[in-house]
């Protein structure tokens, strides 16, 4: 079992970009998910897919437990999903010793840019590249989840990339 501990932002402008060092196209679905746990299956590039179980202990920190599946099962976990997925390019940026993801969204979430950084405990405190916006951090109505599950928050208009 794996800690994950991140911090996520809103991501403004596209200043991020020509920072990015890999890319891949990511589809999620959530098979379940009661409150602070959730159950998913990512399918990566088409080619890789993983199963992951998150239960939730603070704000910024996760229990994670993380497993190859074959490809046939994901894609029938995917169907099975009841439409709770979600489509996004992640962008690798490497800046000042951390590793950010930038999520860039697709379909319904299109125009939401989102970008967190793991951490390795609750109090690191990474350099805060320009191109973040407001934190998101512990607002579960940003989670993957709930954006698959709910779409995107009503506030959110004005605070995406056109």
């Given at each position: 079992?794996?800690?994950?501990?991140?911090?996520?932002?809103?991501?403004?402008?596209?200043?991020?970009?020509?920072?990015?060092?890999?890319?891949?196209?990511?589809?999620?679905?959530?098979?379940?998910?009661?409150?602070?746990?959730?159950?998913?299956?990512?399918?990566?590039?088409g080619?890789?897919?993983?199963?992951?179980?998150?239960?939730?202990?603070?704000?910024?920190?996760?229990?994670?437990?993380?497993?190859?599946?074959?490809?046939?099962d994901?894609?029938?976990?995917?169907?099975?999903?009841?439409?709770?997925?979600?489509?996004?390019?992640?962008?690798?940026?490497?800046?000042?010793?951390?590793?950010?993801?930038?999520?860039?969204y697709?379909?319904?979430?299109e125009?939401?840019?989102?970008?967190?950084?793991?951490?390795?405990?609750?109090?690191?405190?990474?350099?805060?590249?320009?191109?973040?916006?407001?934190?998101?951090?512990?607002?579960?109505?940003?989670?993957?989840?709930?954006?698959?599950?709910?779409?995107?928050?009503?506030?959110?208009?004005?605070?995406?990339?056109?």
């Open positions: 079992m794996a800690k994950e501990i991140e911090r996520k932002f809103m991501v403004v402008g596209d200043a991020w970009r020509d920072a990015a060092v890999s890319s891949r196209s990511i589809v999620q679905a959530y098979l379940a998910v009661d409150g602070g746990t959730e159950l998913r299956v990512r399918l990566s590039d080619d890789q897919a993983r199963l992951t179980l998150k239960l939730g202990l603070s704000e910024m920190t996760r229990d994670e437990f993380d497993y190859p599946v074959p490809l046939d994901a894609r029938a976990m995917l169907a099975a999903s009841r439409g709770r997925m979600i489509a996004k390019t992640r962008h690798i940026i490497r800046a000042d010793g951390h590793e950010w993801e930038v999520d860039v697709e379909g319904g979430l125009g939401l840019v989102i970008a967190e950084v793991e951490l390795s405990a609750e109090d690191d405190d990474p350099a805060l590249p320009a191109w973040l916006g407001r934190e998101l951090t512990g607002d579960p109505a940003w989670s993957n989840a709930a954006l698959a599950t709910h779409g995107r928050p009503d506030n959110a208009a004005t605070e995406t990339n056109p």
